[in-house]
């Protein structure tokens, strides 16, 4: 909407489902806070639809529309209905303009079975794996050329097998051809059983050749994490290779029923393929931003999409080749030889994929905007897909990339696009008369964090409401979909409640720099400041200011790959679940103590100098120890200002200067109009500023830098500049400043007795990651200190989310339990979408079903809501109070031991 009132395009109108209009408050669409007029917004039922025949009548509503209306285009934005060859290819024929890549496109690419052959055949390197499932399905039941002549006669199938024939076309391919008659046909000519057969048969082939190695599965179409699932490899069971092969592969058939389910194929004359992939499991995956008119096609140059989850990507960053060259000078520069080496194969790796790019776009006959998607592993990569519609994350591209197109014949005579929707309608309107443009830097480096409805461990939280959203600051590009816009009467921030009926996402906040560093710390400021507050609110804006920290306090060229993630979560859980253990005030009050005993008993001024200061060093402490993803953050900042000596923490930076950037950290500076719990309280801010004003005065005449330099003289007689006696006053000011301070080695020896810091990158920008850290018992227990479960009596089964509650697997099948059953820990208990993911909840003990309180399949359950009565195996003994006071009390004082012979 925005790029076309920029064109100055206004005679335009949008799609609004039911989805949009949920009768809940504050739940409008928020495209309808902009767009007000009533004749511009136009009511349909859900896109997608229910099946086939239900998406055809969707449609056909929507060419109606159209016409109605007197639109000559339809742009169908960053989902799904981009990629429905079917929608396309009925615009086209409507003689409807349609924004975005043709159904030729659409069909050649979009289908992932389709794009590995068309790779292969013009050079493109593929991931290793059977890209035609169903037709092997079909061949194992027609396993000749009569069969197949046979089963179209039968069926009465638009296909010439007798022509196929003559030309030698392989039984396969003939399989190929029947199956495509079949889908024009809307009938099936195998079950999903007999396909989930055929998946298993194949899995055992390619665990055999690979077994070490997982198996990924793979719906030809979906995307953004739907329709994808990944089996165990053999070495994670017993028995010996042939009998591990075996049990991997026995659960393929689930999954693809699964995978079908979630991305809508099951109705009759689906085409329900599934891809048999490899899993690299180095993989850092990335992607090129391609465009093309149909004649020729240009790369814009890559995204490292790696830091993922739940195939879902949550930061996303611009991969140029000028970018590319300045991080090699540099490293070069500073003697980084490993370093080097990688950056420099970064970027032949870069150019052969924005070549490959190209050749495939072309080959494809590519005419508007679509990502050419690939795995990299060290100096490897292979083609994964083409995703043919644009993509959320295409800013990147655009921030760091213009377009210049250019008369052939006048170098002169040009127009530039900086917008990426801009040049789809361009290429939409004229196309075939657009020379092939170049590319023209706009900004060295670009990076966007995906802002998600997601707790602390990253599960879907839906049903939340924002009630403060701060504005967007200089050099942020908040891209929100008009959430956050203000009344335009009162300016007001308009409450938004997240209803969870699409994607968890509800943001995009973009930022750019001069280089990959400066775009991530100016990330980092946008993140700090960022105000996001309300009712039942989880959101994973703590996450991308911890995991954004991350990075800059160890290497910003780090190389994570797609399974970075969940140990990172792992590592930030051990974090919280230490902070749980540990008393903050009786660690104070520990700390005090110990130094009031070093003056004489009659000098009580050292207990009023600590009573003054207890809230300015615990408040944000505090604040770490309750928010894992901030205390992640700092450690890392933080890690090259201290050192660790057996436990002992040793400060290389003043510990006052640690501490009023800590505040600064929190966004907890003094501001006159800030509420109090909101920043340091007036009184601990003078404390803070005499200190650090004393400290400057002190590191000014005495010409030095150092903590450590500092200490050693202020530990001795006093230097020719200064009287005995003023030396004396020094020597007691900084006494009386620094003490307390030792409260904040808590935070180090959190870090250092978690492991923490082993999470770290290697010279060569791999990222090293502890063993224990992938060990998924640990990761599922630490997903659950990060966001406890609710609270449930030991008699029933709570919702860890709202969404939409299903009893069983697909329409017709039996419910994953029933009343009087026995169930297991870890068996499927139900499943639950939310925000366009489907969830299988496991059991979390064992127990008996004796009463299921939600009966009706697509029933919308609450967080905390009862869904089952049961009686558990076994009886959990809660902690009592005087247990918790000892477990804090062991927890607080094994740090205070730390403290005995510090300096």
Known sequence: MDVFDEMGIHHYGILLSEKDSIVYQSALAPELRTLTDPHRVHRVPDYSGADKAEREVRIRQIINIARANNYNAIFTGYGFMAEDENMVKAMEQAGLNFIGPCSRTVHDAGLKDEAKRTALRVGVSVTPGVDNASALTLVKKHPT????????????????????????????????????????????????????????????????????????????????????????????????????????????????????????????????????????????????????????????????????????????????????????????????????????????????????????????????????????????????????????????TELCYGLRFANPENGNDFFEVESLVEAMVLLAAHGPRLPKPTRQLRSQAAVEARLNATNQALQPHAGGIIEKWSDPVAGEIRDDQGISVHNPDTDVFIKYHLAGAYDSNIALLLTTGSGRSDSYQRLAEILRVTELRGKDLATNLE????????????????????????????????????????????????????????????????????????????????????????????????????????????????????????????????????????????????????????????????????????????????????????????????????AGTELLNLLPFLGQTTGYFKLAVNADLSIEIPEVLTEPKLQADMAKVLVPPPVAKSDEILAPTGGMFYAREAPGMEPFVKKGAHFTAGQPLYIVEVMKMFNKVNAPFAGTIDEILVIDDGAIIKKGQPLFKITPDEIRVEESGVDARARLKQGTDAFLATLTGAH
């Open 543 to 738: 996450f991308h200011y911890g995991l954004v920290n991350w990075f800059i306090g160890n290497n910003i060229n780090a190389r994570p790959t797609t399974r970075f993630i969940v140990p990172y979560l792992t590592a930030v859980g051990l974090l919280k679940q230490a902070a749980n253990n540990v008393d903050l005030h009786y660690a104070y009050q520990s700390i005090c103590h110990q130094l009031i005993k070093q003056v004489p008993s009659d000098d009580v001024s050292w207990a009023q100098v600590l009573e003054r200061k207890h809230l300015l060093l615990a408040r944000p402490v505090e604040k770490l120890l309750a928010e894992p993803h901030l205390l992640a953050g700092w450690l890392s900042l933080n890690q090259k200002n201290f050192n660790l000596n057996n436990g002992h923490v040793i400060w290389q930076v003043n510990p006052i200067h640690v501490l009023a950037d800590t505040y600064h950290f929190l966004n907890m500076d003094y501001c006159s109009r800030k509420p109090a719990a909101n920043m340091i309280w007036a009184s601990d801010d003078k404390i803070l500023q005499q200190a650090l004003s004393f400290y400057q005065t002190l590191e000014s005449k005495l010409g030095v830098m150092m903590f450590s330099e500092l200490n050693e003289l202020l530990s001795g007689a006093a230097p020719a500049q200064f009287e005995p006696s003023q030396w004396q006053a020094i020597q007691a000011a900084h006494h009386g400043y620094q």
């Open 145 to 396: 050329v009569s069969a197949l002549k046979h089963l179209a006669e039968q069926e009465n199938l638009v296909v010439d097998i007798d022509q196929l024939d003559a030309k030698g076309t392989a039984l396969i391919d003939i399989a190929d051809a029947v199956l495509a008659a079949s889908y024009n046909k809307g009938i099936d000519l195998y079950s999903i059983a007999e396909l989930g057969e055929t998946i298993r048969e194949q899995v055992m082939v390619m665990s055999r050749e690979y077994p070490s190695n997982r198996i990924r599965l793979k719906a030809i179409g979906g995307g953004g994490g739907k329709g994808q699932r990944i089996l165990a490899s053999p070495d994670a069971y017993q028995g010996d290779l042939p009998s591990r092969i075996e049990q991997a592969a026995a659960k393929a058939p689930g999954l693809v029923l699964e995978i079908l389910n979630e991305v809508k194929t099951t109705g009759q004359g689906d085409n329900k393929n599934v891809l048999v992939e490899l899993n690299i499991e180095t993989t850092r995956h990335q992607e090129i931003q391609v465009i093309g008119n149909g004649n020729w096609a240009l790369a814009m140059g890559g995204r490292d999409c790696s830091l993922q989850m739940h195939e879902q990507k949550l930061l996303e960053v611009s991969v140029i080749t000028e970018d590319l060259e300045a991080a090699l000078a540099e490293a070069k520069a500073a003697g980084k030889e490993l370093e080097a080496k990688v950056l420099a194969q970064d970027i032949i790796t870069l150019q052969k994929m924005e070549e490959e790019s190209e050749r495939f776009g072309q080959a494809v006959g590519l005419d508007s905007v679509s990502t050419f998607e690939c795995i990299v592993d060290r100096d490897k990569h292979f083609f994964m897909e083409m995703n043919t519609r644009i993509q959320v994350e295409h800013r990147v």
